[in-house]
């Protein structure tokens, strides 16, 4: 069974969002949009777009969506089956929090690593 196939996204908190954002934006030239972050399109050897995008995006230090971990950031993962591998990671004595989320952007699940690190599981939805 296939398990991590790419990154889906990175995300990170910060004590000024607005303002690192802006940072990013001014000095690496990352096109930060409303929403908080950017999404980078996959490409192939010649740039052409491929199917794929990789999310990136700063929130606030206040932001609970990591919680039950209490790191600064957190990986999102992209899988081909995620209700398969998170039976497969329950079955292996890891710690994979219970519900998973289904809607138009995809299935989310999550698991806390050993260093009590959240991780996203993303089966992003069909085309993409």
């Given at each position: 069974?296939?398990?991590?196939?790419?990154?889906?996204?990175?995300?990170?908190?910060?004590?000024?969002?607005?303002?690192?954002?802006?940072?990013?934006?001014?000095?690496?030239?990352?096109d930060v949009q409303v929403w908080g972050?950017a999404a980078f399109t996959w490409a192939?050897?010649?740039?052409?777009?491929?199917a794929g995008t990789t999310a990136w995006?700063?929130?606030?230090?206040?932001?609970?969506?990591?919680?039950?971990?209490?790191?600064?950031?957190?990986?999102?993962?992209?899988?081909?089956?995620?209700?398969?591998?998170?039976?497969?990671?329950?079955?292996?004595?890891?710690?994979?929090?219970?519900?998973?989320?289904?809607?138009?952007?995809?299935?989310?699940?999550?698991?806390?690593?050993?260093?009590?690190?959240?991780?996203?599981?993303?089966?992003?939805?069909?085309?993409?």
């Amino acid at each position: 069974m296939k398990r991590v196939t790419g990154i889906g996204g990175i995300f990170f908190k910060a004590k000024d969002a607005p303002a690192l954002r802006d940072w990013y934006k001014r000095h690496l030239g990352i096109d930060v949009q409303v929403w908080g972050g950017a999404a980078f399109t996959w490409a192939d050897a010649e740039g052409k777009p491929v199917a794929g995008t990789t999310a990136w995006s700063i929130n606030s230090a206040d932001n609970d969506y990591f919680a039950p971990s209490s790191a600064p950031f957190m990986v999102n993962y992209r899988v081909a089956d995620v209700h398969a591998l998170v039976k497969v990671l329950r079955d292996e004595g890891c710690n994979v929090l219970e519900k998973i989320d289904e809607s138009e952007f995809g299935k989310f699940g999550w698991v806390i690593d050993p260093e009590g690190n959240k991780v996203e599981l993303w089966e992003p939805p069909p085309g993409q």
